[in-house]
């Protein structure tokens, strides 16, 4: 089935990603391991709740660290173009007969809360407390440098219907692994904001997200962080790289945060605003879509991933052929 | 003068700059130094003009080089969200009393031409002949490995007057320095694309083109050129940098083309597709604005620019104050 | 066994060492490989035989690439102080009853052949030509822009042998693995010119040439090689990395030529010219020793070497424990 | 005059290079400078003496700052082969009739104090105290993440004479600028360690030391150092740079410490080990000896240097032209 025409003038306007919910179980130790080594900046805590930012944002938060008895994600959040755009998501959803509710995020506007087509939850909202800016405040600048959160990337159990459903929301696609045999996805990247995903669904049990994914400007940071890693005692939490993947030209760091939630550290992306690009399609049978160089993944990166809180999974439609890696 | 509240919704959509047109005197001369020494592929050549492309662009041409008995700038080109945009231009152009015409150009679409408040021409397409990607066939690299043509730069007899226009157009202003005295500005930068610029304006005799900017990932790819540059005999070319700009936080550098066209090589801007983001305003009398560290910049960076061809300019109505830095 | 004091009044004073010659079977894919993918500049070639230094050697080769119908290593060759030196060489092997001959080798001077304590060939000569500086020729620079010749690293089947004989020459020990179980070494480091090592020597069959490697100053470079070799036809010549080894602090990637000899590119070493510095010791039960973070190395890394034209091997009289990665 | 034929076997032997001491007037505002923005670790204090060293030293110290009513210049130090070589310097100072003495250095052995040929204290020993290895401790890293100390550069009033003394204590010329018309010296960069330079002199009002330089792997590291010093009350520290010198090939930044102590931060030499090693000339005419690109040096970084503590100046010998750049 070949990938859905770009939809240019969706119901709503998602302006790109935003944030995600992490429950995590000690709180102590994911607070280290966000501040010191991956670097985001804490613009609120208390006992129960860690709000963070990179340094080029000027949002609230990217990243909300929840204490809780099991680590899950409990939603990823989108922001929109305005305030009327969350009453159209409303109408939307509704339509779809999703279930909505407006929830209370502390620093934030009005929030809606929905699911997509798998049942994981989507909040969006419109207003966020916004900082001073501190990219140039460099002397702040700790860890791998993040400048700002680039992407989600999630299993789905079947992406030609995670393609559809997103791209009705006007998500476009950029890069898609296609089985030649059957012509269903393997694997879509999505994006709303200009660059190559803001979500990107890869074929496998779910939903679970794989990764989420922090920008920073070149290879070097990431080598920094390895060697940071490497001798304060996270060299467990490396995953996979650095490599570049062929789909999306990304030079990649995955590594995993004290509760096993995957962050991928990412740069090389290129810019995608014009509505008439045209999606790059690879072949499942080409390794270098996901190893242009480096070495082959782990067998973790394929079958582990963060569940959605409270949200049940299912295993994929598609089922990888044998003789081909994943 | 606050400066104006954002466009939101404009009367045509522009999704970002797209190329300018230099006339230049001696092709070959601009063919070598476009080539081998900034690294744009051809894409089209013949005995009177020259298209090129950056590394990551699909588009067809980002600069168009034509053979001229006079060096200066034909047009700077946008490109619009889809064809019914250009007739949405049309008519709003025709509105303001702006002579508008539907002009042919090579490997483009419907082509349409006209000036801004300062008499310069614009043209607006939305069809362009798209390639093949390259951004991965690594053995093409050359020069400074310029992977997108980024912004314009454009000193504005009244820099006021050109934030009231191109507002209107749906450019946003990202930073700003305000004459602290008169309330005026004295340079604005704004965007379409979601980076920090797609045209910024200085105040200074104009219309004139300042600068056109390509995107680099790193500092290294400028370190990498000013190598190259310095022991090809293009040592006399570089004008100004390394340095870090305070506006925009770029990391630039300077460099003329063989008939005095300014190129910038940038890297290290920032995110802006937020319609809430908050512009960042500087005061003319902090010297960190221009030049958060580096040399001075030479007089000759802040007098020199390519006119328009067949525009006439005038002086800025703003003076500069005799005891600030341009 | 613990490592020997420095000698640090050898018999006669080797300055660090200076070239290899392979013998390759199908120069033309060589002299591709060496110019294009490594990016080494030519100095000399016939119909048999290609010479190659790196960017910053005033000497004539680093690297002889000579047509044979069978691939292999025809000697380690190192540089003297002075022509006095050579003599004081071959008194010396000559009173260990080691075989020596004065051979000719084109743009060099006197040179003394002779083989080391496995019967590895190992070349002596203080002259050789001197040509004018390229490393200000910035257009010259290609692929991963070598810079000069840093080490050689061997399989030896006995490491405290190795350790012995070339210790007696001068080679200080840097670094070392250790058998904490029974106080054999299990790999060296040595040097003569400043840095960690001028040859390594790696527990193993042989004598056989691990890898010959080439200094980088950054990183970047490595990637920028990594990006060209896996969109160029090479990526099947990629074998290790990129990582950074815990021994010597190296940034290393491994690949391999196209007859199989080993090429490391490395960056990251550190001075070593104190004659009190005292050797790092390594567990060989510590996994950081090898991998300091990076994917782990595949087999042939471990098993993979070329042997010397000419000269037999034998088995490591130290066997790897099961529990343990070599 | 030619530059001397390099001393091969000279009176004994220098080992390289290793630290100075520097009178500051406010240990407080230098202990910030040197940690915190330079990236020095801390060895040892107390209130009127701080003891720093580089990240991959072994040695106990490279700069040692002391509280003194006036800034300036303590000695500048050398670390000898072996304890037996302070007798020989002890004897070959002795026969020069430059005064000796023998002082006590806390963490150091043995050492020597004379002075060279212009009356600057010049310090020998050859133990210190050694201590663990940092360089994997990337946690500690900080500011521009300096590796070692590199080199001393020094007005000289005559530089013929420098070279002659220095070159007979066995530093050996690697690049060096003659006036054409007259043929002397005007500035010549000498070496024991196997770089570029240990020492340099510079044709100027003297002895007084121009600046002391640190080594860096990558430009990188130098430009975090200027975001770093722009945005933390030091951008007035700042005096040249970055640049490249076409002499050495450098990479460099020059800053000021808070008593106008001059640092230099560089990258990009080259290896210098080879005894038959030609010595590069440049031009006094060729503005790219001292900038191979890069804005001109700002007249300070000509005029401004630290004098040694007790030690008497004169005015240069030779004269600088009228007409060139100094």
Known sequence: MPIPAPVLNPPFNIIRLSHVEFGVINLAAS??????????????????????????????????????????IDYLSYKVFSEDELDKAEAYFTGLGHKVE???????????????????????????????????????????????????????????????????????????????????LWAAWTHRKGGVHDIAFTNGHGPRLHHTAFWVPTPLNIIDLLDLMATTGYVGNIERGPGRHG???AFFLYIL???????????SDYQTVDPDLEAIKWDLKDPQRQTLWGAPAPRSWFEHGSTFTGVGTRDADLKASPIIAP
């Open 247 to 249: 789909i999306s030209n």
């Open 102 to 184: 407006w929830v209370t995020r502390p620093f934030q506007g009005r929030t809606l809360r929905t699911h997509d087509c798998f049942g994981a939850p989507m909040e969006f909202y419109f207003k966020m407390d916004r900082l001073a800016p501190i990219h140039q405040q460099y002397a702040l600048y700790r860890g791998v440098k993040p400048l700002r959160i680039d992407h989600f990337n999630c299993f789905a159990p079947n992406v030609d219907t995670a393609v559809e459903f997103y791209g009705k929301l006007g998500f476009r696609v950029t890069e898609y692994t296609e089985d030649e045999e059957t012509g269903a």
């Open 257 to 267: 945060d004290p509760d096993g939630h995957r962050i991928e550290i990412y740069c």
């Open 31 to 72: 607070r280290k391991f966000y501040t010191e080594i991956l670097g985001l900046q804490i613009t609120d805590e208390d006992e129960d709740t860690i709000y963070l930012r990179a340094m080029e944002e000027r949002g609230h938060h990217c990243l909300v660290l929840k204490k809780k008895p099991e680590a899950g």
